[in-house]
């Protein structure tokens, strides 16, 4: 009977340690690439195809892309909205500037170019807002300059594919 105890004990910490590994391995990934949290999907803006993860919920919607330290110029937030609504964004928490692509309809309707990074220690009341043109129901979030780089215009088309 004390060598089967012996053995659970021993069976049970190594799953307990094997468990432990996981969720440090995880939780360090997770913490070098917080896009990770977001399932995938593709957004194409004109001719251009950007890996998105989706906002969806009140939850990420906040999140957004803080915490994300880079973006390749394919990747992005796809923020979609419950109804078209007018939108405002701020840059709380983000560590790299960006381009907001305001879409209605499959359309792009506004560009907010090159949103810059809020000055250090900046108090959440101080943060510059920036708004959308207009009502909404999408918003795409990608590296600053993207709209430059892919000449994005009002009017070009934008198709979600999830």
Do not use: C
Request: net charge negative.
């Amino acid at each position: 009977m004390e060598l089967g105890y012996r053995s659970f004990l021993a069976t049970a910490l190594i799953i307990f340690i094997i468990g432990a590994f996981i969720l440090v391995y995880a939780a360090l990934h997770i913490s070098k690439n917080p896009m990770a949290l977001f399932k995938p999907s593709a957004v194409t803006v004109r001719d251009t195809n950007v890996e998105v993860r989706r906002a969806n919920t009140p939850a990420t919607r906040a999140k957004g892309l803080a915490g994300v330290t880079a973006l390749l110029d394919t990747e992005g937030m796809w923020f979609i909205f419950d109804s078209p609504a007018r939108q405002v964004f701020w840059m709380k928490d983000m560590l790299i500037p960006i381009d907001i692509i305001w879409v209605l309809d499959h359309t792009v309707v506004g560009v907010s170019k090159e949103v810059p990074l809020p000055a250090p220690g900046t108090p959440d009341a101080l943060l510059p807002t920036y708004p959308s043109p207009g009502p909404v129901d999408h918003a795409l979030e990608v590296s600053a300059g993207f709209a430059r780089r892919h000449s994005l215009n009002i009017g070009d088309p934008v198709e979600f594919n999830p």
